[in-house]
């Protein structure tokens, strides 16, 4: 099992930056497949980006390639997500989440069995 706590959320203006961390408890986070979602008021979760227990460079939505970018570092048990270019339509409560262990990547938030809590993200116009 893995308990997930996302961090580095806030207000910032369109245009900017945010680095969003997930870090992971226990050992065995280099098993897991991780993704990012995000769901805005009134929306359904949406998927953002997702990277294989393996690593490598992962993938992400289409309609965000560009300008977020998924990456790991197994040795600190973290997840990030580098937004930039944000948008106000960027305004979310952002999710990471993880799968079975050494299960594939997914963009369909059923195949993660593991969520954190979210961390709110308000791109101002």
């Known amino acids: 099992q893995v308990q997930l706590v996302e961090s580095g959320g806030g207000l910032v203006q369109a245009g900017g930056s945010l680095r969003l961390s997930c870090a992971a408890s226990?050992?065995?986070?280099?098993?897991?497949?991780m993704g990012w979602f995000r769901q805005a008021p009134q929306k359904e979760r949406e998927f953002v980006a997702a990277?294989?227990?393996?690593?490598?460079?992962?993938y992400t939505a289409d309609s965000l390639k560009g300008r977020f970018t998924i990456s790991r570092d197994n040795a600190k048990n973290t997840l990030y997500l580098q937004m930039n270019s944000l948008k106000p339509e960027d305004t979310a409560v952002y999710y990471c989440?993880?799968?079975?262990?050494?299960?594939?990547?997914?963009?369909?938030?059923?195949?993660?069995?593991?969520w954190g809590q979210g961390t709110q993200v308000t791109v101002s116009s």
């Open positions: 990277i294989s227990w393996i690593g490598g460079s992962g």
């Open positions: 989440a993880a799968t079975k262990p050494y299960s594939g990547s997914s963009y369909r938030t059923g195949d993660y069995d593991y």
């Open positions: 226990g050992r065995t986070f280099s098993s897991y497949a």
